[in-house]
């Protein structure tokens, strides 16, 4: 790899010499959302999309690299929960992440296996610290895109599973017009 630079357009999230380029519609977060009617009926209506990920890919998947890229929460509701991503543990539990929040208004959920917890806010030019094993997730609370830029290592990977078959313990609700932290009754686990 030669060095580089590229250019992030913070307002929408495009990242020139992404050869990533993900998009996450309301069918694939499938079983994600705590009302499930509701999801049922808005996937009938229209298959939103979701949220986004522009990604650099190109080099290889190693503890030194620093894989990065942007991620596009786009704004919307299913029920009184927020959009947001399926959120994940790295398949290497013990690697780190740093997102930068460059437009919109939202919240990191975040735990670990052992059943800590925390969701911290994101806004214009919050810098947020993800520990080594713990699982994130973004979640837009705002009317606009939520769009952050990350960075972690290069072998960290992904592991989906965990979170698809348990569920975050907490959920982002809103209530009285506030984005409010609740337990998931459907939360799977010990
Ligand atoms: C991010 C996320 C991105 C999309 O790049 O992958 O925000 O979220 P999901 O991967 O949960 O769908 C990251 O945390 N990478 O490790
Ligand atoms: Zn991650």
Not at 69 to 74: D, Y
Request: charged share 25%.
């Amino acid at each position: 790899m030669k060095p580089y630079t590229t250019m992030i357009n913070t307002e929408t999230g495009f990242l020139e010499r992404a050869q990533n380029h993900l998009e996450r519609k309301l069918s694939s977060m499938k079983g994600q959302y705590l009302d499930t009617e509701t999801y049922e009926v808005l996937l009938k209506n229209e298959d939103s999309l979701v949220y986004e990920v522009y990604e650099n890919i190109e080099m290889p998947k190693k503890p030194g690299e620093l894989y990065h890229g942007s991620s596009i929460v786009h704004p919307g509701k299913v029920g009184a929960e927020y959009f947001m991503t399926k959120g994940h543990f790295h398949q290497v539990l013990e690697t780190a992440e740093v997102y930068y929040c460059l437009h919109g208004n939202g919240y990191m959920m975040m735990e670990t296996p052992e059943g800590e917890w925390a969701a911290e806010e994101l806004t214009l030019g919050i810098v947020l610290y993800v520990p080594p094993c713990w699982a994130h997730r973004s979640i837009n609370v705002g009317g606009s895109d939520l769009v952050t830029f990350f960075v972690y290592p290069g072998d960290a990977g992904h592991d989906y599973g965990t979170i698809e078959v348990k569920g975050f313990r907490k959920l982002l609700v809103e209530k009285g017009g506030k984005p409010t932290v609740i337990d998931n009754p459907r939360w799977v686990g010990k």
